[in-house]
C-alpha cells in the first residue's frame, strides 16, 4: 500500500533538456521531453509498505 507519493516530472525536464543536447543522446529525447512537459508522462517516487 502507497504511504507516499512524490511527482518529480518537473525535475526531470532539465534532465532530458540537457541530454538531449549530450553526446549520450539516442534520439528518443524528444518523445520523452514533449511527454513530461504536456503531462502525458510523470515521473513518481512511490514509497510503501510490505503487506
Do not use: C
Request: hydrophobic residues 45%.
Amino acid at each position: 500500500m502507497p504511504i507516499n507519493v512524490v511527482d518529480l516530472t518537473s525535475a526531470t525536464i532539465p534532465y532530458w533538456q540537457l541530454r538531449a543536447k549530450s553526446s549520450v543522446a539516442t534520439g528518443i529525447e524528444e518523445a520523452f521531453l514533449t511527454a513530461y512537459e504536456e503531462g502525458s508522462f510523470h515521473y513518481l517516487l512511490i514509497a510503501a509498505d510490505r503487506i
